[in-house]
């Protein structure tokens, strides 16, 4: 018996050994194969690295995200999270601003990193490493209410710098993962309704300042964080695991899933890692691709973010691999309604600014010349004068693509109207 045991053992480690190096092969293979995308990834970042004014912008700066002050993983936020979906000038509790207060070096340190933010990539790595992201998430969230409780005070200036500043965060968080770039749609899409709600709200700013921000806007807008980019950094992580693997390197340590499949079990337990990878990476990449075609169709035309829903993610290869879901067709679908919502949001704050530079003394325009495509839509996003000539209403039909009224907080309730929009009353 026990040299029976013994020879069964050493079948199975030479099976595993035997195993191991054929999946190292493949694993190099595929590296090898994804290399051009690899280095044009990493050539797009060192363009963007040396554009004009950004060396100056930070001189003489030591802050980044990496190293910005720590919202404690613990911190309590509680009434300042019901105050996310404040608009501009409506006035916020004691509570709510007392928590803004309490964590003021945090934020202070999160528009220092945006205005020092560097995009060159580490060694070995296709995009900029941003370090812990949950504190800029956190700290991005209450940026955004501080603007709010900004405008509520009559300070539109304030409150626009941090709007912008929202703006930028999304801006360089593009230049992250793809996690990083999740987490910048969201801080950019705040930081664009509020530049939208705030200029179309606020007592009208003189024609200069308009223009400057309508600048600001710009910069902020060449690396708006677009699901085509996020699917693309999904797909390079991909090659960074097969990289690891077939030079022999552990992979980055990181919390398994709560439950695993059967099937996933049986695998990592039979199979070495190299070998289990091997297989899975491969087919990711490939629904990765298909997904981020689809995304870039989609950008030309919103009716293809439908064939989203199509791409058939394999579970088992997701679940051995332990990557994050982003194939699901329910979750591709809500981030591609995400991302038409953030290029809306930026394209009504562009809006919002020509109108306002339009205006003259016998009120604003009667219709605002080439407005740009409606992301969510099927045609231009929608500018009506009010019947005095002095307010406007700008719309997009919003992330489920119809027409169903206004967005009402940040639900996502199927058949709920999240139309956006931004409006300034007229006289009457």
Same mark, same amino acid.
């Given at each position: 018996?026990?040299?029976?045991?013994?020879?069964?053992?050493?079948?199975?480690?030479?099976?595993?050994?035997?195993?191991?190096?054929?999946?190292?092969?493949?694993?190099?293979?595929?590296?090898?194969?994804?290399?051009?995308?690899?280095?044009?990834?990493?050539?797009?970042?060192?363009?963007?690295?040396?554009?004009?004014?950004?060396?100056?912008?930070?001189?003489?700066?030591?802050?980044?995200?990496?190293?910005?002050?720590?919202?404690?993983?613990?911190?309590?936020?509680?009434?300042? %999270?019901?105050?996310?979906?404040?608009?501009?000038?409506?006035?916020?509790?004691?509570?709510?601003?007392?928590?803004?207060?309490?964590?003021?070096?945090?934020?202070?340190?999160?528009?220092?990193?945006?205005?020092?933010?560097?995009?060159?990539?580490?060694?070995?790595?296709?995009?900029?490493?941003?370090?812990?992201?949950?504190?800029?998430?956190?700290?991005?969230?209450?940026?955004?209410?501080?603007?709010?409780?900004?405008?509520?005070?009559?300070?539109?200036?304030?409150?626009?710098?941090?709007?912008?500043?929202?703006?930028?965060?999304?801006?360089?968080?593009?230049?992250?993962?793809?996690?990083?770039?999740?987490?910048?749609?969201?801080?950019?899409?705040?930081?664009?309704?509020?530049?939208?709600?705030?200029?179309?709200?606020?007592?009208?700013?003189?024609?200069?300042?308009?223009?400057?921000?309508?600048?600001?806007?710009?910069?902020?807008?060449?690396?708006?964080?677009?699901?085509?980019?996020?699917?693309?950094?999904?797909?390079?992580?991909?090659?960074?695991?097969?990289?690891?693997?077939?030079?022999?390197?552990?992979?980055?340590?990181?919390?398994?899933?709560?439950?695993?499949?059967?099937?996933?079990?049986?695998?990592? %337990?039979?199979?070495?890692?190299?070998?289990?990878?091997?297989?899975?990476?491969?087919?990711?990449?490939?629904?990765?691709?298909?997904?981020?075609?689809?995304?870039?169709?989609?950008?030309?035309?919103?009716?293809?973010?439908?064939?989203?829903?199509?791409?058939?993610?394999?579970?088992?290869?997701?679940?051995?691999? %332990?990557?994050?879901?982003?194939?699901?067709?329910?979750?591709?679908?809500?981030?591609?309604?995400?991302?038409?919502?953030?290029?809306?949001?930026?394209?009504?704050?562009?809006?919002?600014?020509?109108?306002?530079?339009?205006?003259?003394?016998?009120?604003?325009?009667?219709?605002?010349?080439?407005?740009?495509?409606?992301?969510?839509?099927?045609?231009?996003?929608?500018?009506?004068?009010?019947?005095?000539?002095?307010?406007?209403?700008?719309?997009?039909?919003?992330?489920?693509?119809?027409?169903?009224?206004?967005?009402?907080?940040?639900?996502?309730?199927?058949?709920?109207?999240?139309?956006?929009?931004?409006?300034?009353?007229?006289?009457?």
């Amino acid at each position: 018996m026990g040299f029976g045991l013994a020879a069964t053992a050493a079948v199975f480690v030479v099976f595993r050994a035997g195993a191991s190096a054929w999946g190292k092969s493949r694993l190099r293979d595929y590296r090898d194969s994804s290399e051009a995308d690899w280095n044009a990834e990493r050539a797009r970042l060192g363009e963007r690295s040396q554009l004009a004014g950004e060396a100056a912008a930070r001189a003489g700066c030591g802050a980044s995200y990496a190293t910005m002050a720590r919202i404690p993983r613990d911190a309590d936020l509680g009434p300042a %999270w019901r105050a996310f979906d404040v608009r501009p000038g409506v006035p916020l509790s004691p509570e709510v601003l007392a928590v803004v207060e309490r964590y003021r070096p945090e934020l202070d340190a999160l528009r220092q990193a945006a205005r020092c933010s560097h995009h060159e990539p580490a060694e070995g790595s296709a995009w900029v490493d941003h370090g812990d992201l949950l504190p800029v998430w956190k700290a991005s969230k209450l940026l955004l209410v501080e603007g709010h409780g900004l405008a509520a005070k009559g300070d539109a200036r304030g409150a626009l710098d941090r709007y912008l500043t929202l703006a930028k965060v999304g801006a360089d968080m593009a230049a992250g993962s793809s996690l990083a770039a999740r987490i910048g749609a969201q801080a950019a899409t705040h930081g664009y309704l509020g530049v939208a709600e705030l200029v179309a709200g606020a007592p009208r700013l003189p024609t200069a300042e308009l223009a400057g921000l309508d600048q600001a806007l710009a910069d902020r807008g060449r690396h708006l964080p677009l699901l085509p980019d996020v699917l693309r950094k999904e797909r390079l992580a991909l090659r960074e695991v097969a990289t690891r693997l077939s030079d022999g390197r552990a992979l980055p340590e990181e919390s398994p899933p709560a439950a695993q499949s059967l099937g996933a079990l049986a695998l990592t %337990w039979v199979l070495p890692a190299e070998a289990v990878f091997s297989q899975a990476l491969p087919l990711l990449d490939a629904q990765l691709r298909s997904a981020e075609q689809i995304a870039r169709d989609a950008q030309r035309d919103p009716s293809h973010a439908g064939r989203l829903r199509e791409v058939a993610a394999d579970s088992l290869a997701i679940d051995v691999t %332990w990557r994050s879901p982003l194939l699901d067709p329910e979750s591709l679908a809500h981030f591609a309604g995400q991302d038409c919502a953030m290029r809306a949001s930026y394209l009504l704050a562009r809006a919002a600014i020509q109108a306002e530079r339009a205006y003259s003394d016998s009120g604003y325009p009667e219709a605002l010349p080439d407005l740009a495509q409606d992301p969510c839509g099927t045609g231009p996003l929608v500018y009506q004068r009010s019947p005095d000539g002095h307010g406007y209403t700008l719309s997009s039909v919003g992330e489920n693509g119809t027409n169903g009224g206004p967005r009402v907080a940040s639900e996502r309730r199927v058949g709920g109207g999240d139309d956006i929009i931004v409006a300034r009353r007229g006289r009457s």
